[in-house]
Nanobody, 113 residues
Framework: QVQLVESGGGLVQAGGSLRLSCTASRSIFSAAMRWYRQAPGKQRELVAT???????NYADAVKGRFTISRDNARNTVYLQMNSLKPEDTAVYYC????????WGQGTQVTVSS
């Protein structure tokens, strides 16, 4: 079992920045890690991926604004979010694929216009 705990969400004005963290209860060295988000009334969508080797991929909506990174020594994945827009408002979830898929509880990000 792996527990994932997200933090760093909050309320920010448009154009601002936030950094989300996702800390795992055990090593994520071999895991593919992802951030998803779900806005009210919408389906959960993939935001960013970082593989065990460090390669990354982003949704078109966040390319150039968001950066995913990982610190395996701290069992932590980050999502740096810059130039935030009101449409980025959502609950952000951390996801780990380590043989099976694990989810965090989510952290709310609200961007005011």
């Amino acid at each position: 079992q792996v527990q994932l705990v997200e933090s760093g969400g909050g309320l920010v004005q448009a154009g601002g920045s936030l950094r989300l963290s996702c800390t795992a209860s055990r090593s994520i060295f071999s895991a593919a890690m992802r951030w998803y988000r779900q806005a009210p009334g919408k389906q959960r969508e993939l935001v960013a991926t970082i593989l065990s080797g460090g390669s990354t991929n982003y949704a078109d909506a966040v390319k150039g604004r968001f950066t995913i990174s990982r610190d395996n020594a701290r069992n932590t994945v980050y999502l740096q979010m810059n130039s935030l827009k009101p449409e980025d408002t959502a609950v952000y979830y951390c996801n780990a694929l380590i043989s099976v898929t694990y989810w965090g509880q989510g952290t709310q990000v609200t961007v005011s216009s």
